[in-house]
């Protein structure tokens, strides 16, 4: 060993640099920073095992490296010399880094044994053991004072005896500094070994205050080659160590000094890194520096630092080796990629946002930008190939990757190298959001959900036509199942062209009118009642219907509006198109349906040009088609004056058509129904009212009460000039008619407005009838009204007299004088009625029937033409009207009243049944019929008041009168008497009998017979 006095001579003419020492120490303020000085020393010693023991006291740190030489021991009390300046990859200065133990310690023990170590040398000193203090003076360690002996797998020992220093540690207690370096060794873990090159194990143990043994443990890492610059390190730890693992790139510079990135990870059974965040966050210059990284994994440099080996000067060397560390980041991820270890948490823990700030390490940022855009780095949903960020596509939802897989994507988006990224990327990923942000916001990754479908199907109408529908129910039950909410009219969903038409085409729910801010629906289900399907109209494909009902109400679609339809089916529909039986039915009866309705404003005018009727003309017996606007129209009966209206035109030469009433109500469509078509201009009557006001000159006139000024019936010249050539059924049918509007036909109508006239008239029809020849007299003469009275119509085409019709009077027949007494005298009073009979009642009794010639028997001859006359007497029958009764105490009759007059004029005073004639008759009806009963004069008898009275008793006896019922009906025309009894015979005119009989049969045909009263007469 050396003289002890001759090793400090040299420094004792330096306390310059003692002072400088001292300054230099300060600059640490980690003071536990010392151990990795300490661990570099070994490290450049190449020693192989390191070893700390943290005792109540001290410290003690052991290694395996190469002795000491005299350089080294005078280095290490030193500043600014080192023996390693040839030596680039030397991570130690035993200049300025063992100066720092001072920090935690004023004296230093130095226990060296060159015999332990594998290999001798004659430059290593002799085995020693000594104290330095105040940084610099060494003295040997006398046997008392401490056991000098190593272990002998350790060639060095440093012992460090804590204490407090005011200047240097900074903590007031041995305690706290025990605390705090026991800490840091229980905190190194398996990382501190990562760029080691000699060092293989660190081990330590801590000795609490107290005297207990805490904790101990060893730092060992299995360091394996798997590729060019490429290492599997796989840390083993023990009791409460952190055993990290890495995959770590390493590779030498121009300078000779090598550069490291290590990955955090942890290597699965199959030899495949599942990686994570790096516990060191800092710079590493061999060991960590107060300089933070900014990034998630360990990278190191030899960068040169500042003294306290804290900080790292932006120096040209410095920057020289951050850009080769960005180089070998760039080579290393693609090796990563290349081996099918590249996920998308590994981009997680790369540089990759622009927002923060990357500091000493930008370069390493923009190499990674670099790469993003350039490479395919981008694992896709199959986890077995990459993708570049301008070909990814994020998927929100797995449903949507599923439906969208493969090609499909690729036809969707237009992008034939299209991928879709793993389903888990989403912004709500715990370990992946934060890049999930990065992609989409700075490298504009796509995303692709719900939201987006209505435009990538928007702008890629052919996308939905190369599928089948198999994968199309899918897609819509998706939709139904996942995006309800946005299905259905003003929804996202529902102006995306998607919806399959039976002409495969695919079209919108509906259109949008921005102006109007109305959606309109675009394609509908084919409606039921359809009669056929037209082009201007989308209908939904049949297998969708089938299949998809439950989709198609979400989105609203629905048959079209039935109005819609039935217009878009007319329009269709050309005037020489021919359609089929039941599309004419269905349309017809859905127009019949709106026109009730009322919804439709142009209803009337749409169908009254479009619809189409079937008819009849008066020229023959063909069916024409027709719309309304083509020709004026009739129904079948005139629903005002209840005839046919084919009987009213027939033979007349005018254009109108008869509707086809039998076809359309063997299909369903009633009387009633066909009545709505007089909104289309189907008339239902040919009676024309005309207005009910009017102005004359200046005056406003109106028609009073029931009077009808401008009424006429429809071609009424062309019907009355058929009755002059001898239509005699037109002439008995217009008489009718004028029957059911006498009440219409003449009165007087309001002139003026504050003081009115009333001005007597006549309405336009009863002018033009008045002047015209039409009516037929009963001896078969063509006449005016004017030329005969009412008695002397025929009665076989116009029936009988009707005592309570006012159309004699108002038509203008002659007057008879008995018609005008009767008349007046229907209107008096029953006071004023009793008083004239008082006052003729004398007179009756004095009137002598055969004064008046009448000593013959009246006569009546049958009319020739046996068929018009039953057909005549039937239509009396079936027209006359019932009896009426008032229930008072007992059923009173309160009709009738002209059968009197009638059996007088027939039979002049003769006893049908004594057969002579007398001053005084009476009438008794003939049967007494429980139901029905009706006002017809032919059944009455005229009778002398003896035989009305046997007569009636007779009546009473329902044996003798079906006796006589049926003698009647077996009577043969020309007959004149009837068998009452074997001793009664009943007299009749030939025309009386041959009524009765025709009466009585149609009552047996309508089975109106089979009950007579036996009750007296009322």
Known sequence: MSDVNDLNADLNEREDLIRATKTIIQLYTDKAHFIYELLQNAEDCKATKVSFTMFPDRLEVLHNGEPFTQANLTSIRSVALTTKIEEVNAIGKFGVGFKSVFGICKTVFLICEPSHYKEQKKEYLPGFAYKIEDFRYLSPLGKSEDDINLPDEYTTKYIFPLCVSEDFSGYKTIEALHENLSKRLRKLGTSVLLFMRNIEEISYSVTEISGELNCNGTYLLEKKKIGENCFRITGIGENDIDDVSYLMYSRPTCYKKDINIAFACEWGKDGVPVFSFAPEKNICVYFPTDTASNVNFVVQAPYGTTPNRGGIPGTEENFYLSDELAALLHDAILDIRDRKWLTLKFLNFLPLDNNKNYGFLQSLHKKVITLINEERLLLTINEDDYVTRENAHIVRGEKIADLFSDEKLCSLVGNQKAKWLPTYFTATAPDLAELHNVLTKQ???????????????????????????????????????????????????????????????FVESYTYDRSKRTYTQKVFVYPKNASKAIRDFNFVDEFIVRECQEFLDAMNIVEPEGYDYLIGELTSRSNDEKISEKEEISQLKRAIKFLKEESHANAVDEFRNKIFLRYFTTDDDKVYLGTCSSGQLYCGIDSVLDISIMEYFSGVSCNIGILDEEFYVNNGITKIDLQVLSKLGVKNTVVNFGKDNWYEGNASCTNNGSFKKWLNFDYIYDVLSRITNGEKSKSALLFRMLKKVENNLKGVYLRGVSRQDRIPDESDLLKIIKLQKWLYSSNGNFVKASYITRKELDATLYGEIDRYSK????????????????????????????????????????YDPTAANNDEWPTEDIPVDINRFTESTIKTFCDAKYVEFADVTRSVRISGGGDRENTEYRYGGFCQKCHNVKGHWEIAEMFLYLNPRKELEQMYLSLCPNCAAEYRQLRNNPAIMS???????????????????????IYFTQKHLAEIKIILEKMEENNDTASINTSTLA
């Open 807 to 846: 159309i004699y009077k108002i038509l203008g027949f002659k007057e008879d004088p008995t018609d005008d007494i009767i008349d007046k005298l229907s209107n008096l009073s029953e006071e004023q009625m009793r008083k004239i009979l008082e006052y003729l009642a004398p007179r009756v009794e004095e």
């Open 963 to 985: 006796t006589f019922k049926q003698a009647l009906i077996n009577s043969h025309y020309g007959d004149s008497e009837v068998k009452l009894t074997d001793n009664i015979d």
């Open 443 to 505: 490298f504009l990754v796509k995303e692709t959900g719900a939201d987006e479908l209505p435009a990538l199907l928007r702008n890629n109408t052919n996308f939905l036509k190369q599928i089948d529908n198999k994968w199309l129910v899918s897609f819509y039950e998706y939709l139904l199942k996942e995006q309800r909410g946005k299905l259905g009219k003003g929804q996202e969903f529902s102006t995306v062209p998607m919806i399959k038409t039976k002409s495969d085409e």
